[in-house]
């Protein structure tokens, strides 16, 4: 079983550097360690150059971003997630992995504590329980508990933990909904993990050392702590136990003594304090009912027309029910002419950049084929399945194969088009290198973006542009990225936010073959 390990990290050189170096060291070597930068202003990049690591930077100081990108180019069968300023005990590795033991196991995570301590270091407490939630949305973790056996938890410490990776694809990864501190992030993502029907396992023997012992916290940081509490606690906890929100609420405000003790955490009371909780309570109200359905469900827009009837005049209204109706006509349109719903961006984006002959390789019920045959372009589909190839011949020629060892000789084809294929196998670059044989001119693909949650379950990735820019790398492309529907943020843009209410948003992108490259 691989391993890859993700770090996110802001400006923690030296820490960072620790980490890795106790990683370096440890028994049984990680398969890759994926470092993703939040454009840090210290010396942090100059480590590339030092360890063997896949260095990755984003733009913005997002942790849950920075994981999800980790996530989306991890190629372990575990991904294991630490903080930058963790040191690993030589054996974490090895334990952490000897616990996948089982398919039932989806998770596995280990024991945090202060850099510095002895292995015997634990401070106990009246709420003993390690790694449970209550109904009252009361987090337990004690993380620190030195037990003799692994146990089965509820959800697993954010410094320390792993999972499966093609779990973690099933949910979406990390919900970006988790703003400022980011606080809970990480047990919201294992309780949809045991939601699959999976286990979550506390392996105490999984030691690391963190850098942490307690901090004082700002009145912002208090703000973002009520806010991401209130939205863990609506999205997770309030469905199934609606009766206990006046519990939750009181020990929002008034934790158990004991639990903010082992935190660490102290806050110094002033006047702005109780209103600040106060709106971190109702925004974290808020994020939850704007985001309780999936943002590509038609129910979600039912959201959205409550919105438009207190913030739009009737108008404004009018035009946005006008275009919900546009939209199902035209979706049923396409049904009724192609076989099935096709994205009219992404068909443009084929028909104008493929050449005259096309491979489409994947090509499903032959939606495109149709639509590119239709259109002038000489057209041969590709289907693994033979029931889907029978549908798709009554659009144009199809041949039954496979796209990683398809039955075509070397530049048989201007363009070879891969819509949606490539987040279904295992080996993407191979079908890319196989395609490159086969093509004069170009290689056209859309993929599912690292952003999207909740997708089709045989999903072995998803995509981010640095992904696809490291396989046209590796495989010596030159590579060109269109954005394709970025994900609803704001009621406004109208056309692109509902059309992104419906298609799933991913990435666009032409490979072509540099001059001079032998395709062989």
């Known amino acids: 079983m691989k391993a890859s390990i993700v770090i996110p990290t802001y400006n923690r050189c030296k820490d960072l550097e620790d980490c890795i170096t106790s990683l370096l060291n440890m028994e049984v070597k990680p398969y890759e360690i994926i470092v993703v930068d939040s454009c840090s202003s210290d010396d942090t990049a100059k480590l590339q150059h030092k360890y063997p690591i896949r260095y990755l930077r984003i733009k913005e100081r997002c942790r849950q971003r920075a994981r999800n990108l980790g996530i989306s180019v991890a190629r372990g069968d575990v991904i294991a997630f630490l903080d930058d300023d963790v040191v690993v005990d030589k ?34 407490i009246k709420h003993y329980e390690v790694g449970v939630v209550k109904k009252d949305g009361l987090v337990l973790g004690n993380f620190d508990t030195p037990l003799p056996e692994p146990i089965e938890v509820d959800h697993l410490v954010g410094c320390n933990m792993s999972f499966r990776r093609e779990l973690l694809l099933a949910v979406g990864g990390f919900d970006e909904n988790f703003k400022g501190n ?44 009520v806010r991401n509490n209130t939205y863990f606690y609506m999205k997770n906890v309030f469905p199934n136990a609606k009766l206990y929100l006046p519990v939750f609420l009181i020990r929002q405000f008034f934790p158990p003594k004991d639990y903010v003790q082992k935190s660490g955490i102290k806050a110094d009371f002033n006047i702005a304090l109780p209103w600040l909780a106060i709106m971190g309570t109702i925004e974290g109200f808020k994020t939850y009912f704007q985001n309780k359905s999936p943002k590509h469900d038609y129910r979600t827009r039912q ?56 491979l489409d390789a994947g090509c499903g019920r032959g939606a495109y084929l149709k639509f590119l045959r239709e259109r002038g372009k000489e057209v041969v589909g590709l289907e693994l399945r033979p029931e889907l190839a029978k549908i798709a011949k ?52 859309s993929v599912p973006r690292v952003e999207l949650r909740g997708h089709d379950p045989d999903h072995k990735r998803l995509y981010s542009i640095e992904r696809l820019r490291d396989l046209a790398r590796n495989l010596r492309l030159e590579c060109e990225i269109v954005k394709w529907f970025p994900s609803p943020r704001k009621f406004l843009e109208l056309p692109a936010k509902i059309i992104a209410l419906v298609y799933p948003s991913g990435f666009l992108a032409e490979f072509r073959m540099r001059e001079g490259i032998d395709k062989k």
Not at 96 to 121: K, M, Q, W
Not at 203 to 208: G, I, M, R, S
Not at 319 to 325: G, P, R, V
Request: hydrophobic share 40%; proline share 3%; aromatic share 14%.
């Open 91 to 124: 054996c974490w590795l090895k334990h952490l992995l000897e616990t996948y033991n089982h398919d039932s196991v989806g998770g596995v995570g280990g024991r945090v504590i202060p850099y510095g301590e002895g292995r015997d270091y634990y401070v106990p």
């Open 182 to 225: 980011c606080f809970r992030d990480d047990t919201d993502l294992c309780l949809r993990i045991k939601r699959l029907g999976y286990k979550l396992v506390y392996q105490p023997k999984a030691l690391v050392w963190h850098k942490f012992r307690g901090k004082k916290v700002s009145n912002e940081w208090v703000y973002w702590y």
């Open 303 to 358: 959201f959205f027309y409550w919105k438009a009837k207190k913030q739009l005049s009737l108008p404004m209204l009018y035009t946005l029910q006008q275009t919900h109706s546009l939209e199902i006509k035209l979706r049923q349109k396409f049904i009724l002419r192609y076989g099935e719903h096709i994205c009219w961006i992404k068909a443009r984006f084929f028909l104008d950049r493929s050449g005259a002959t096309v």
């Open 394 to 445: 009554k659009s144009g020629q199809v041949v039954v194969g496979d796209v990683l060892n398809p039955p075509f000789r070397s530049s048989s084809f201007d363009t070879i088009l891969m819509g949606d294929v490539l987040e279904h196998l295992e080996d993407d670059a191979a079908a890319l290198r196989r395609a490159m044989q086969i093509a004069k001119k170009n290689i056209l693909v």
